[in-house]
């Protein structure tokens, strides 16, 4: 598998506030509205079904490869990855949800558990996915309870803004920053907060390489750090 992302210097990835002082919610809103207008200028984000293959190497995995279903239309999801050498499938359409292993259904509790199957665990699997890969139709009112403030950044030494939320549901972290463009408002990061943790850790994910599948603009690469860029998790890399 191709390594090529694990030697990439990011050493200009961290985000440095400046600029001037923060600005109100309203212009949150607005910026946000701006960015889902680039990203999905026929709103068609309610009724979109895409599929993926992504490959996802982490440091601690870097084999990692799912194929992934996301149907808006009937809030139907599928994960598909090959763990132990068996094929493990996840299934949610609505409030049903099954499992496959090497395309069998299974029920078997001792086999569910070995492989971390249950449903809590697929519904969280088909939030995340679904608002990772709708980054920044996702975010919104159902989604986060507020937005904290918006400030004037610099990020890849560019200018952009970011946008603070609270989230209704914690999802990885309890707060969460939208990266923007300050010229196309394309999305070109985020940032997840673990507030009262060590450090006050965050982990940051760059967006980039960004294509059109199905009239909505979606970032090609993520790649992940901890705490700005100094420590590399991992990437998620869509093939097709």
């Known amino acids: 598998m191709e390594k090529y992302y694990i030697g990439i210097v990011f050493a200009w990835l961290g985000i440095t506030t400046c600029l001037g ?21 026929d709103g068609t984000w309610p009724s979109q079904k895409l599929e993926f293959r992504v ?20 809030q139907s999801f599928a994960l598909k990855r090959r763990i132990d050498s068996k094929e493990i499938e996840i299934h949610v359409s609505n409030d049903q949800v099954w499992f496959k292993i090497d395309g069998n259904e299974i029920k078997d509790e001792t086999l569910l558990g070995k492989y971390r199957l249950s449903e809590p665990r ?3 699997y088909q939030r995340f996915y679904q608002t990772i890969y709708g980054i920044p139709m996702s975010i919104d009112t159902t989604f986060y309870k507020k937005i904290e403030h918006v400030k004037k950044v610099k990020f890849q030494g560019a200018d952009a803004f970011l946008i603070m939320f609270s989230l209704r549901e914690e999802m990885i972290g309890k707060q969460w920053g939208l990266i923007l463009s300050n010229t196309d408002f394309r999305v070109l990061g985020l940032e997840i907060y673990h507030p009262g943790s060590e450090n006050d850790e965050r982990e940051t994910i760059w967006f980039d390489g960004y294509f059109e599948k199905n009239g909505i603009l979606i970032a090609r690469f993520k790649h992940w750090f901890l705490n700005g860029d100094k420590e590399y998790l991992g990437s998620d890399i869509i093939i097709n």
Do not use: C, M, W, Y
Not at 55 to 74: A, G, H, K, M
């Open 21 to 41: 002082q923060q600005t109100g919610i309203e212009e949150g809103l607005l910026l946000l509205e701006k960015s889902k207008k680039i990203h999905d200028r």
């Open 55 to 74: 490959q996802e190497p982490r440091v601690q995995n870097p084999e990692r490869f799912s194929e992934v279903l996301i149907n808006r239309s009937n």
């Open 122 to 124: 697929a519904k969280g």
